[in-house]
């Protein structure tokens, strides 16, 4: 029996696919560094299990609206000036929030221009809308090209997604250029949609510019946020969409088909966490500090630039690929040969590069570099 075209367009995405293979590497022995996967080691702040504790045992344990928690939606929708409750979406994760995002924007033969490197799931999200994605590649220093960007965009544009601060880059984009996205979006008529999950994950002396700010943009933007990497969320599966105009009821309407509302005790713990985040600021300082580390130990060995955000370094590694060697073949070689499992920047539509995740213990870096200095 055949399967869906739609599911034929696609893979697995490139970073789940490490795990089994790590987890199959441990059981033969092997000792494996992960700075493959993007997730923190840090604990989930008590004041989020504990509120999660205290939902489960009063019984939020049952069905709620699709939308999600209002107490959370109400708290959220403070933070975007012009919007109530309404306008917020509550969804499992950012993943499931783009992928029901593009389901409602988009119909077949529409395009979505994505700047490159990007996120493993942008293109078989919008695949899987039947729209197809446009690659532009960014400019060396991994900022937009917005001439390019320009150029890519035409009456079949239905979108832009970018990604701020970015994965797997670490590009951080100034208030100009979102000006210039709101600008061009307005003169071809498509959205905007802002993947802000790492928006709480900037390094000093840099900000991270919040597009919701231009007032005349609000119209087409559509915001995308996360608990997962601010508040150590990831297996919880809370995050949301933020959008004005009729973008969040088509999102509830198509929510209440294909998952009904998210976990309602989880939804307690992110509503603790969308207060005052305490635990952020000691965070990204030890973040800082794994930044700086691992940038000097990765341009010892390869080029790279230095990230302004998120938790992560894209060098580029082609000098030191064999004739023939893809950086695909380069991050098998080095993981199976050292134990330091990495991501080929084929997975970010950008080949020849590698994506570091350095949010690990100190130890475990310094064990990772030192293992591939014997290699290289």
Same mark, same amino acid.
């Not at 917020?88 to 593009?102: D, E, H, P, R, Y």
């Not at 998120?310 to 893809?326: E, I």
């Given at each position: ?10 893979d ?7 795990i089994?293979l ?7 022995g ?14 989930? &702040? ?8 205290r ?13 999600g ?6 708290r ?5 000036? /012009? ?26 033969g ?14 078989a ?31 079949r ?6 990604n701020?601060?970015?994965? &797997? ?8 250029t979102?000006?210039?996205l ?14 802000? #999950?790492?928006?709480?994950f ?8 919040? &597009? ?17 990497? #601010? ?7 809370v /995050? ?16 209440s088909?294909?998952?009904g ?9 992110a ?16 973040l ?5 580390f ?36 380069? !991050?098998?070689?080095?993981?199976l040969?050292?134990?330091? !499992? ?8 950008? &080949?020849?590069?590698?994506?570091i ?20």
């Amino acid at each position: 029996m055949r399967l869906a075209r739609r599911i034929a367009r696609i893979d697995a995405s490139p970073t789940a696919a490490f795990i089994p293979l790590m987890r199959d590497l441990r059981q033969k022995g092997r000792n494996v560094i992960n700075l493959a996967i993007g997730e923190p080691e840090f604990a989930t &702040p008590d004041p989020v299990k504990a509120a999660t504790a205290r939902a489960l045992e009063s019984g939020r344990t049952r069905y709620d609206a699709t939308s999600g928690v209002a107490a959370l939606r109400e708290r959220l929708a403070a933070a975007f000036e /012009g919007l109530g409750p309404e306008h917020i979406v509550v969804t499992n994760g950012a993943k499931q929030a783009l992928f029901s995002i593009f389901q409602a924007i988009c119909d077949p033969g529409d395009e979505v221009i994505l700047p490159v490197p990007c996120w493993v799931s942008f293109a078989a999200q919008v695949r899987l809308a039947g729209a197809e994605p446009v690659s532009v590649p960014c400019r060396s220093d991994h900022q937009l090209d917005m001439e390019a960007i320009a150029r890519a965009a035409g009456p079949r544009t239905r979108a832009i997604i970018v990604n701020s601060p970015n994965n &797997p880059t670490g590009a951080v984009y100034p208030r100009q250029t979102f000006e210039n996205l709101a600008r061009l979006a307005r003169e071809n008529d498509f959205y905007i949609v802002s993947d802000e #999950a790492y928006h709480d994950f900037v390094y000093p002396p840099h900000e991270a510019f919040t &597009p919701w700010s231009l007032a005349d943009m609000r119209d087409r933007l559509i915001v995308v946020r996360s608990f997962s990497k #601010a508040a150590a969320m990831t297996g919880f599966r809370v /995050g949301y969409v933020a959008a004005a105009g009729d973008v969040a009821r088509a999102l509830e309407r198509l929510q209440s088909h294909l998952c009904g509302n998210v976990c309602t005790f989880a939804q307690y713990g992110a509503l603790a966490a969308a207060g005052e985040a305490p635990w952020l600021e000691a965070w990204l300082a030890e973040l800082d500090g794994l930044r700086r580390f691992a940038l000097e130990q990765t341009r010892a060995l390869f080029d790279c630039t230095e990230p302004e955000g998120a938790f992560y370094l894209f060098p580029d590694v082609r000098r030191r690929l064999a004739v023939g060697q893809s950086s695909r073949d380069f !991050a098998m070689d080095l993981l199976l040969q050292t134990g330091v !499992a990495m991501v080929p920047g084929e997975a970010f539509g950008t &080949p020849g590069h590698l994506r570091i995740c350095y949010a690990v213990g100190r130890e475990k870096l310094a064990d990772a570099f030192e293992r591939l200095r014997k290699r290289l």
